[in-house]
């Protein structure tokens, strides 16, 4: 993935900052920078630091709107692994909250326009995420170029897939060269490899985040992943938070930032959120304001420091934080070590407690 994760931010973040992420998201798998890249995204274009943060606080809250089925198109040209691909997902698959189309290269023409006189493929019109799968061992040709922005226009989320990867010889360089070509970020998938398809459900959720509560009751195994994966992305906006100045406490913002990770990890392992529960989380307010303060005596004590100082602390407690509510919610439901299937919406078998 050659795109940029930290493009719409480099005119006006601390140098110091960038240098930072610059060197950890080297390190980083696709799917991961793709989480990152979302909430860069966020940000808007904007001098004001408190409407920066507003913005990113408003999107990780719209996580929470989730649907409860996903329609999947697989697309792509022939013999590049689309049914493969479909065969290992439905084998992993625990009830009906997803549902999968597979389209070839032949089937598009009525949608990409090869074909005047034909409508809209219902397929493509149905999805809510398509899979462009390719083949990793070739280089990709100007109409798959064409064929990807094209379906790009869509109003469904288009993620380009190399399948194949364990196939090349330098596989990153070969993701790299395809996502300067397409201009977007390109996920690696090898259908031998159990974690790569986690790696690939991980980039599906970072795409299109309401798709999180469909994948998590279809794919249990993949629900621990998922769970990291949100925790990952909430302390990075943390991060990013923490580096913005503004005049209010910085616990105000973080306070926002884990409130809805924790509430997406809720929805994750399928849990309700009840007034007696949500009184378990108000201690955490307390938490916060702790942490806030501890931020405060370091940048008192480093104040050449200072920004770097916010930015760390932030990101890391959150870190810390996500991680031992994937515990709690594990010690009530036990969903994450045991992948047990989750109900259907609406249904009172399954609540947040721990009886």
Not at 35 to 57: A, G, H, Q, W
Not at 175 to 190: D, E, F
Not at 308 to 323: K, P
Request: net charge neutral.
């Amino acid at each position: 993935m050659s795109v940029d994760v930290f493009s719409r931010i480099r005119d006006w973040a601390p140098k110091e900052l960038l240098t930072l992420f610059d060197q950890l998201v080297y390190f980083f798998p696709p799917e991961t920078r793709l989480s990152l890249k979302r909430v860069i995204d966020t940000v808007p274009p904007t001098p004001d630091n408190f409407t920066r943060i507003y913005e990113m606080i408003r999107e990780q809250w719209s996580d929470l709107s989730s649907q409860d089925h996903v329609t999947i198109a697989v697309v792509g040209p022939g013999q590049t692994g689309k049914s493969g691909l479909v065969r290992a997902l439905t084998r992993r698959q625990a009830g009906n909250s997803v549902s999968f189309a597979v389209v070839d290269v032949q089937g598009l023409d009525e949608y990409l326009g090869y074909r005047s006189e034909a409508g809209l493929s219902d397929d493509l019109v149905a999805a809510d995420v398509v899979l462009l799968v390719l083949d990793a061992q070739y280089a990709l040709s100007e109409s798959t170029v064409r064929m990807y922005r094209k379906l790009s226009q869509a109003p469904a989320k288009v993620i380009p897939v190399l399948n194949k990867i364990d196939l090349v010889e330098r596989p990153r360089a070969t993701l790299k060269a395809a996502g300067r070509q397409l201009k977007a970020g390109v996920l690696p998938l090898s259908l031998f490899d159990e974690e790569s398809i986690d790696d690939l459900l991980r980039g599906i959720v970072a795409s299109s985040p309401r798709s999180l509560y469909a994948l998590s009751r279809a794919f249990p195994e993949f629900r621990k992943a998922l769970g990291r994966q949100i925790v990952n992305e909430a302390a990075f906006a943390a991060t990013v938070a923490g580096a913005l100045r503004i005049p209010f406490p910085l616990f105000l913002p973080a306070a926002a930032l884990h409130g809805a990770m924790i509430l997406k990890l809720a929805r994750t392992c399928g849990l309700k959120l009840n007034l007696e529960r949500a009184r378990e989380i108000i201690p955490l307010l307390a938490l916060d304001i702790a942490v806030d303060r501890g931020t405060d005596y370091l940048e008192k004590r480093f104040p050449e420091r200072k920004t770097l100082i916010a930015a760390s602390v932030s990101g890391a407690y959150t870190f810390a934080l996500g991680h031992a509510a994937i515990k709690y919610f594990d010690s009530i439901a036990g969903v994450f070590e045991t992948a047990r299937v989750l109900p259907g919406p609406g249904s009172d078998d399954f609540t947040w407690n721990r009886d």
